[in-house]
């Protein structure tokens, strides 16, 4: 009988790490967001408007000046003083004090800014991550505190829009000060911009030369056409911010955070 | 089954509606299904009352090139004195700031020049404009923007796109003389323009305006902030209240009593005065009016055509304008007012004109005669 027992024992501790890998860990200071649907501000010329996004992992804040010291610790090639004019503007990490030193020591803890596009894939690419596509962002900034769906939560977009309005601009802020939303994410809406990854596609919805159906031109009224949801001024913001950009741009209020992709076994049985 | 005292009724109505029916025919002729939608065949000429503006634009050679003297309202730049066209820099710096929308209470503007409203650009019609717009790397926001003087797409909003950081240059021919209002055309634009990104630029005609004394800068606009009128604090935008085009604020010049007490208009009895009268909207139509003055002249509109004397008050469209020009003929305080009163009394759409010196009877003489009034058959004492 005690064989039996020994034998049960010794084989719940051979099953139990079998168990925990069937069910990755989630990446530390990341969390899984859940495949769901959500409708794009511009729809495609050949979607119907609903957009499916799989379960993915999201980092639960965004990049800090202090993760990216690290990155370029590491990196040489993407220090202030070595980084080709390719990849970044001449005002690249402009806030810190030099090359490998932040400066003021307040910046550890808050978004890093002045980064570019490239730079922000990079420093994906050393972590085994990369940046989040824009509907996978939208559809995790789209929660509210309670549910996934906070435009069912009244005054939702009315809040996003009182946060985007602060001044001085919020970069100034430490990431995680914040109330979670319901994924347990911080910061998506009033800290930074957050490059994604294809942010040019934000307002293209076919070959623009021939597409009847949308102004690409895209500004004073003519902005609404096609558009999913006339009062989601907060939304417009970001489209129109993400396709104000180009890939090398630094700006003093884009930053970053990544996703990652959830090992496949893993998202089919959750 | 049909009588014969229903029949004939009915015969009655059917010859009725054909015949009807022909005479319409007759009268508005048979048109071609061929023609492009909108086209006007015209039979013979227009009286030459009506001879409509032929479109044909003034387009000189430029000489030189100079750099635009710009003002914050109510000022005005002074009227351009060269008599050929020349390349025009104007540079124009978009500035997101905290600013005070009446006594203790805070808002957002958004601004092209620092200030609400934006700028007055003021070219003669032909000039070539180079445009420097500059986005201040400390906004949050990408901005454009839209002269409505442009001839090309978007107004310029097109060739103005910048995120904060950036400076986009472009050019375009002043080749249409008029007021102009130009305003932020950046999605979502009823939010850009309800933060405070607007203003005027005038394309002088070629052969000037008529001299006046004085000019200044008004510009009606409103405002929805998420607190009510008067609210202190900071306030936000209300896209609620945007959409119902229900503002709390309806100011001349960017705040409630931009244009009282310190910061007043004056003239002197006996002066002419042109108002540049501009409209950001971003909804509502001002029905601009001075209290105690009649406009001997209105440009309507904005356009080149003085097309209407003594006129009490004019009609000004969000994104549009009107010139009104009055000769001052008595002293005293002169209200400029949105007619739509609630607005002028209860939202701010109040500014003054103050205007001292000598007094002058002959047109105006004051109150004469003060005393008691009883209706006919009263007696005192009795109720």
Same mark, same amino acid.
């Given at each position: 009988?005690?064989? $039996?027992?020994?034998?049960? *024992? ?43 996004? &799989? ?56 978004? $890093? ?20 596509? $824009? ?56 800290? *930074?911009? &957050? ?50 950009? &180009? ?24 | ?78 009227? @351009? ?63 454009? @923007? ?11 909003? +097109? ?11 472009? /050019? ?28 005027? @630029?005038?394309?002088?005609?070629? /052969? ?84 105690? +003055? ?64 000598? /007094? ?15 209706? /006919? ?7």
């Amino acid at each position: 009988m005690r064989y $039996v027992l020994a034998s049960l *024992v010794l084989l719940g501790f051979l099953v139990l790490p079998l168990c925990a890998m069937a069910q990755p860990a989630v990446p530390e200071g990341m969390v899984r967001v859940e495949g769901g649907t959500y409708t794009p501000l511009y729809r495609g010329v050949l979607s119907d408007g609903i957009q499916q996004v &799989e379960a993915f992992y999201l980092d639960a804040r965004p990049v800090t000046n202090a993760d990216f010291l690290a990155f370029v610790t590491a990196h040489p090639e993407w220090r202030r003083s070595q980084v080709k004019t390719l990849f970044a503007e001449v005002d690249y990490l402009e806030h810190w004090a030099g090359d490998l030193d932040l400066g003021d020591p307040s910046l550890a803890e808050r978004p $890093v800014v002045n980064v570019s596009w490239f730079a922000a894939n990079a420093y994906a690419a050393w972590q085994g991550k990369r940046l989040p596509t $824009v509907a996978e962002w939208e559809y995790a900034a789209a929660a509210g505190r309670s549910r996934p769906d906070g435009h069912a939560e009244g005054g939702f977009a009315q809040r996003i829009l009182q946060e985007y309005g602060r001044r001085p601009a919020t970069a100034r802020l430490h990431v995680g000060a914040g109330e979670p939303n319901y994924w347990g994410v911080y910061d998506l809406h009033g800290l *930074v911009w &957050e490059w994604v990854y294809d942010f040019n596609s934000a307002l293209v919805t076919g070959e623009s030369r021939n597409n009847t159906d949308l102004d690409t031109g895209l500004y004073c009224g003519s902005a609404s056409l096609g558009a999913s949801d006339f009062m989601d001024y907060a939304a417009f913001l970001r489209f129109a911010l993400r396709s104000s950009l &180009e890939a090398r741009y630094t700006m003093r209020n884009v930053g970053f955070r990544l996703a990652a992709f959830i090992p496949a076994y893993a998202s089919r049985h959750p | 089954m049909n009588t014969p005292n229903t029949t004939k009724p009915f015969v009655m109505t059917l010859v009725t509606g054909m015949s009807l029916l022909v005479v319409a025919l007759l009268l508005f002729g048979y048109r071609s299904s061929s023609e492009a939608p909108g086209t006007v065949s015209v039979a013979g000429e227009a009286p030459a009352a009506f001879a409509p503006h032929d479109g044909g634009i003034y387009l000189p050679e430029i000489r030189g090139k100079e750099v635009a003297q710009l003002t914050a309202a109510p000022n005005v730049p002074p009227p @351009i004195a060269r008599d050929y066209a020349t390349r025009v820099v104007v540079d124009l710096e978009m500035v997101e700031a905290t600013a005070e929308l009446a006594d203790g209470v805070e808002y957002n503007v958004w601004t092209f020049g620092g200030e609400v409203p934006g700028t007055f650009i003021r070219v003669r019609e032909g000039d070539l404009v180079e445009f420097h717009l500059q986005n201040h790397p400390d906004n949050t926001f990408p901005h454009n @923007i839209d002269l409505h003087a442009v001839t090309g797409t978007g107004g310029g909003a +097109e060739a103005s796109l910048v995120v904060p950081g950036k400076e986009a240059d472009f /050019e375009f021919r002043a080749i249409k003389p008029g007021l102009y209002v130009y305003h932020c055309a950046m999605a979502p634009v009823g939010m850009h323009i309800a933060n405070g990104m607007y203003g005027l @630029i005038l394309v002088e005609p070629k /052969e000037g305006l008529p001299p006046v004394d004085r000019e200044f800068y008004v510009m009606q606009s409103e405002f929805y902030t998420t607190g009510a009128m008067g609210e202190k604090g900071f306030q936000g935008f209300d896209i609620e209240k945007a959409v119902r085009e229900e503002p709390e604020y309806v100011v001349f010049n960017g705040r409630v009593g931009a244009l009282t007490g310190a910061g007043a208009l004056a003239a002197k009895p006996g002066e002419t005065v042109r108002l540049f009268v501009g409209n950001g909207g971003p909804n509502l139509t001002s029905s601009f009016h001075v209290i105690g +003055e009649v406009f001997d002249t209105v440009y309507g509109e904005g356009g080149t055509l003085a097309n209407q004397h003594n006129v009490q008050t004019t009609v000004v469209p969000p994104g549009g304008s009107a010139m009104v020009q009055f000769k001052i003929d008595v002293p005293g305080k002169y209200t400029l007012v949105d007619h739509a009163i609630f607005r002028a009394f209860n939202k701010g759409a109040i500014g003054i004109l103050n205007v001292e010196g000598e /007094e002058n009877p002959e047109i105006y003489a004051g109150q004469t005669v003060l005393k008691d009034y009883l209706p /006919e058959g009263s007696q005192r004492g009795t109720n």
